[in-house]
């Protein structure tokens, strides 16, 4: 059990996160290496983990291309990958 845990939905499986974790490193954490699609298709994840290749956008609650590497997990949070 994570220290002062937080839990969120990563593509509707729950993973239980410590407070302060990063939003790429839960996606990680349950097993997500796919986090958007390119143009021609191919898979793509995080390159840079500090906000500037635009790799590792997600579905955050509803909202479209956020940066996971820049966002820190939340209570209840809802994301998804483009699987
Ligand atoms: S990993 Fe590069 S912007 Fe998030």
Redesign the pocket.
């Given at each position: 059990m994570p220290a002062n845990p937080i839990q969120l939905r990563v593509n509707g499986k729950s993973v239980l996160v410590s407070a302060g974790t990063v939003l790429?490193a839960a996606i990680a954490q349950a097993g997500v290496t796919k986090f958007r699609r390119a143009v021609t298709g191919g898979p793509r994840g995080?390159?840079?983990?500090?906000?500037?290749?635009?790799?590792?956008?997600v579905t955050i609650n509803g909202q479209t291309q956020c940066?996971?590497?820049?966002t820190l997990c939340e209570e209840g949070m809802e994301m998804r990958t483009d699987e």
């Open positions: 790429a995080p390159l840079c983990g500090m906000g500037i290749c635009m790799e590792c956008r940066r996971s590497c820049q």
